[in-house]
């Protein structure tokens, strides 16, 4: 078996409204969708975090590695195309497009074998995950005291345990934000706050210690992502955990941060970081660093089973007869692809998650709704 053909698909909708957070706005909602095919014309399907274009671009770039190599030897690839680049490419868009690959060849290779991904990587210990939900997004209008407060009313209705806020803004309103939605909720909801690196050291530990009465379970992306530093500072000065990891890539960028002890709760994107190969290597690090791994979520159905099927295998730290265990991030804002390309969508029923079962990704593509999202 060889791989005979690689196709990318630049996935791009325009959102019923616009919505912000810390440091950008979504207009838009795109993706880049990665196909490889063997010449036994057995498709495998992978997602690109990040800008779909470029990434795109960086697919076709790899592509005289891929044409005619063996679809199976998903880490010799990853050592060639992580090599193709390396001096130029260790981190970012590059990283990004051989995630996309990664996922596409796990996915191959689960078919090849008739086995869920998990089970290829030597699971699963986990069969199902408690969902948390990713929203509350900022609109161009209103009061976010009012309808934030509303939409996370609306996921703890649906039966979810655990939201994520965001922040960012400015501390006192921030402040206001998480006190509302707190007082709303009640004190058992699960709540973070993610504040998409748009503070700096000062006002993360400003907001860090207006809140930290509040029960926060982390706090996500307080500062910049080179920041460590910065983050150690935040650290420092609270009691709420600290979260990041989802502008970081390989196993290479990942030990800096846990060597340095900069982040409790470890978020390596599965369509970003390098992809199954690398997140199962960066998972087992983490593990013997002694940090919890949460992966970051964003993006179709391919992202959201990939992360799934890592999800499965991420090992208990400590093992224990009521172990930690992670929690998927569940985004619920607007992504008109997201469910649309999978002939059956991957939903929560009561905030939990079924770890898909079927061969490889255990998704199957509606090529026809595909093809109404792609700009390319
Ligand atoms: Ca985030």
């Given at each position: 078996?060889?791989?005979?053909?690689?196709?990318?698909?630049?996935?791009?909708?325009t959102l019923s409204e616009p919505f912000h957070w810390?440091?950008?706005?979504?207009?838009?909602?795109?993706?880049?969708?990665?196909?490889v095919i063997t010449d036994d014309r057995v498709s495998g399907w992978g997602e690109c975090f990040g800008p779909a274009r470029p990434a795109a671009a960086?697919?076709?770039?790899?592509?005289?590695?891929l044409i005619g190599a063996?679809?199976?030897a998903t880490d010799k690839i990853w050592q060639d195309l992580y090599g193709a680049f390396r001096d130029q490419g260790q981190k970012?868009?590059?990283i990004c497009a051989i995630s996309g690959i990664d996922i596409a060849l796990w996915d191959l290779k689960g078919k090849h074998f008739n086995a869920p991904i998990h089970q290829l990587m030597g699971g699963p210990i986990r069969t199902e995950v408690a969902a948390y939900a990713t929203g509350t997004y900022r609109k161009r209008s209103g009061d976010p005291l009012d309808y934030i407060v509303k939409e996370v009313l609306g996921y703890q209705a649906e039966g979810f345990t655990a939201c994520k806020i965001k922040v960012g803004f400015q501390v006192d309103e921030d402040a206001a934000l998480v006190a509302a939605v707190r007082h709303a909720v009640g004190p058992q909801f699960g709540l973070m706050m993610d504040a998409n690196h748009g503070y700096d050291a000062i006002d993360a530990i400003r907001l860090a210690q207006a809140v930290e009465h509040l029960n926060i379970i982390w706090f996500e992306e307080p500062v910049p992502p080179e920041d460590l530093d910065g983050y150690l500072a935040v650290k420092a000065s609270t009691s709420i955990p600290m979260a990041g990891g989802e502008c970081e890539y390989t196993r290479f960028g990942f030990r800096e941060i846990l060597k340095a002890g900069a982040i409790d709760y470890l978020?390596?994107?599965?369509?970003a970081a390098?992809?199954?190969s690398e997140c199962k290597k960066i998972a087992d690090m983490a593990n013997a660093f002694g940090v919890r791994m949460i992966p970051h979520v964003w993006g179709t159905g391919i992202g959201l089973s990939a992360s799934l099927n890592l999800m499965a295998v991420l090992p208990h730290n400590p093992p224990g007869r009521r172990p930690w265990e992670p929690m998927l991030e569940f985004d619920r804002s607007e992504?008109?692809?997201?469910?649309?390309?999978?002939?059956?969508?991957?939903e929560h029923v009561n905030g939990i998650v079924q770890i898909p079962t079927g061969p490889g990704l255990g998704i199957e593509i509606d090529r026809q709704a595909l093809a109404t999202f792609c700009v390319n």
């Open positions: 078996m060889k791989i005979a053909e690689v196709k990318t698909y630049i996935l791009e909708t810390a440091i950008g706005e979504a207009v838009k909602r795109g993706s880049c969708v990665v196909e960086m697919v076709e770039a790899y592509k005289p590695w063996d679809p199976l970012g868009v590059p978020q390596p994107d599965t369509c390098g992809g199954l992504h008109p692809a997201r469910q649309a390309i999978m002939k059956t969508p991957i």
